[in-house]
């Protein structure tokens, strides 16, 4: 069965609109733990736009389910993550000007930084994820750096349309996520999932993990963050076997 780690960045986001105190990342993180997450995901960005470090250093000490710090492979952001210690890390692709993660991480072209992160990371006890497309060449490499999991992206499964172009891309997920399980690793999914369009991803046998951010903050501003978390989980339970 496949569970929820519930992105938080966005509550970030309304904060730094005004540059203030509220709404703060760690309280959303206490209600999505109590409706039920299985994990809380932040992402570091180097230029702090939402998540600043005080935020990751304190979900730290008080998130009991999973921690995973989405982060880029710069040297400033591996230090942070060797001194704080999160539960897992996903390594993802990360430009300024970008709205929100753009692409895969290119684990061929940086195989050599990526096997050394991963490295850094397992002495710290810390699981690492790659967030990438369903490509042979990226989950090899994923796996041959010693990388734990994959998350294969699914923005092209989320921006298909029509019933033709979505199956495409289920059939290309369901293919990476049996390349990667071949490949011993354990395979995550996410970006642009919604109360929509999961039935179609969740369906796929083997995902273990679900990511998503956006849409739960999306309802959260209406039905409140503990009440969007648990209709995501029970969307999530009724479609994955
Ligand atoms: N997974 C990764 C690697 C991401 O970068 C993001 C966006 O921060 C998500 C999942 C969540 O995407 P969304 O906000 O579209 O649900």
């Known amino acids: 069965m496949a569970v929820l780690n519930v992105n938080i960045d966005h509550v970030a986001t309304i904060r730094q609109a005004r540059l203030t105190d509220e709404p703060d990342p760690v309280w959303a993180a206490s209600q999505c733990e109590l409706a039920g997450a299985n994990g ?9 736009r939402h998540i600043c470090d005080r935020d990751v250093r304190l979900l ?28 897992q890390v996903t390594l993802v692709p990360e430009k300024r000007a970008e709205l929100t993660t753009e692409g895969g ?15 850094r990371m397992h002495k710290n006890r810390i699981l690492v994820s790659t967030f990438i497309t369903p490509d042979e060449e990226q989950i090899i490499a994923s796996a041959e750096t010693g990388c734990d999991a994959v998350e294969l992206h699914t923005g ?21 996520k049996a390349l990667a399980m071949e490949n011993k690793l354990t395979v995550h999914a996410g970006h642009g999932l919604t109360y929509r369009n999961i039935a179609g991803v969740a369906r ?33 339970d009724k479609f994955s076997k």
């Not at 809380?40 to 702090?48: F, P, Y």
């Not at 991480?105 to 490295?119: F, I, Q, S």
């Not at 499964?157 to 029509?162: E, K, S």
């Open 105 to 119: 991480l290119d684990c061929v072209r940086y195989k050599k930084r990526l096997a050394d992160v991963v490295k």
């Open 156 to 176: 092209m499964y989320a921006n298909a349309r029509g019933k033709r172009a979505v199956n495409k891309r289920i059939t290309e997920l369901e293919a990476g």
């Open 204 to 236: 796929i046998n083997g995902f273990c993990e679900f990511n998503i951010g956006h849409s739960i903050i999306a309802r959260a501003v209406f039905a409140g963050i503990g009440q969007a978390t648990a209709e995501m989980i029970r969307l999530i």
């Open 60 to 87: 730290k000490e008080t998130v009991a389910c999973k921690l995973n710090l989405e982060m880029c492979m710069a040297e400033s952001i591996v230090k942070i993550a060797e001194d704080i210690k999160p539960d």
């Open 40 to 48: 809380i995901t932040v992402h570091l960005r180097q230029d702090r």
